[in-house]
C-alpha cells in the first residue's frame, strides 16, 4: 500500500444481508433479494497534490435493480413487463418465463459507490417487482429502493 493517496476500492462480502428497510419482512418470501447495504473500503489510488483526503460517512444503500437474460457480462437487460404507481412510488414488474437454455441474473447497484453484486436468479423465480420512491434519488440521480421481491 502506498498510503492515503491511493483509491483501492474493496468489497467486504460481509454485506449485511437485512431486507430493505420497508419491505415488512418479506425477505424470507424471496428467492433473490439484494443486500439493503453493504460495505466498502475505498481509499484514494492516485495522487491528489495539495488535496485533504477524507472520507464520506455515508452507508452504500441499494439504489438500483437491474435483470438480465444471461449473464450481466452479455448486456442483455430486460425491461419490465408491468408498471403499478401510487402518490409516492412507482413499481417495475418482471416476469420471467421457465426455462432451461439461459438463466436469468440480477444486478445491485448501490449509493456511494461503484460496487455491485449480481448472481443468477433460482430457476423457480417467476416474477421480481422492485419499488422505487418517486420523489427522492441518489447522488448520481440513482432512485431510492423501498422494496424488492422476488418469487
Not at 491528489?48 to 477524507?54: H, K, M, P, R, V
Not at 422492485?130 to 432512485?143: C, Q
Request: glycine share 6%.
Amino acid at each position: 500500500m502506498r498510503g492515503p493517496q491511493y483509491l483501492v476500492v474493496s468489497l467486504l462480502l460481509g454485506a449485511c444481508l437485512r431486507a430493505a428497510p420497508h419491505a415488512g419482512g418479506l425477505a424470507a418470501q424471496s428467492v433473490a433479494q439484494c443486500p439493503a447495504s453493504i460495505v466498502v473500503e475505498q481509499r484514494l489510488s492516485s495522487r491528489a497534490e495539495s488535496w485533504n483526503i477524507g472520507l464520506d460517512s455515508a452507508t452504500p444503500r441499494l439504489a438500483g435493480v437491474t435483470f438480465y437474460d444471461g449473464p450481466p457480462r452479455d448486456m442483455a437487460s430486460l425491461v419490465n413487463d408491468d408498471t403499478r404507481e401510487t402518490k409516492d412510488t412507482w413499481t417495475g414488474i418482471w416476469r420471467f418465463a421457465q426455462r432451461t437454455a439461459r438463466e436469468y441474473w440480477v444486478v445491485c447497484a448501490y449509493s456511494h459507490t461503484n460496487v455491485v453484486l449480481s448472481r443468477r436468479l433460482p430457476m423457480e423465480t417467476s416474477e421480481c417487482r422492485v419499488v422505487y420512491e418517486k420523489n427522492a434519488s441518489w447522488p448520481g440521480g440513482l432512485r431510492v429502493v423501498t422494496e424488492m421481491r422476488c418469487h
